[in-house]
């Protein structure tokens, strides 16, 4: 059973970078989906950015797109996601998901392992 944990998020002003780590324990990643998904108060969960095929498969949320990369290190069984240009509208909590197998798709359902969760906030 896989087990994940976050780490990286914290304060930083509106046009900052942060990076966001995910550990994984208990199974390797290298054929699995790893996703990043965000839920701000009094909002639903969403997608984010999504990794599959041993990372050669990448999805991105529009709002996102071109200030996000989710990448992963096989080795250490660790997913990032690199977050610049960061703006006010990206506060969130921030989760790693893991799903057995290839998944194409952003719904935060099909998704069977969840991490705790870590906060970013951006300030203005």
């Known amino acids: 059973q896989v087990q994940l944990v976050e780490s990286g998020g914290g304060l930083v002003q509106a046009g900052g970078s942060l990076r966001l780590s995910c550990a994984a324990s208990?199974?390797?990643?290298?054929?699995?989906?790893m996703g990043w998904f965000r839920q701000a108060p009094g909002k639903e969960r969403e997608f984010v950015a999504t990794?599959?095929?041993?990372?050669?498969?990448?999805y991105y949320a529009d709002s996102v797109k071109g200030r996000f990369t989710i990448s992963r290190d096989n080795a250490k069984n660790t997913v990032y996601l690199q977050m610049n240009s960061l703006k006010p509208e990206d506060t969130a909590v921030y989760y790693c998901a893991h799903l057995t197998g290839f998944y194409r798709g952003t719904s935060p359902t099909a998704f069977q392992t969840w991490g705790q969760g870590t906060q970013v906030t951006v300030s203005s």
């Open positions: 208990g199974r390797a990643l290298s054929f699995n989906t």
């Open positions: 990794m599959a095929g041993g990372g050669a498969t990448t």
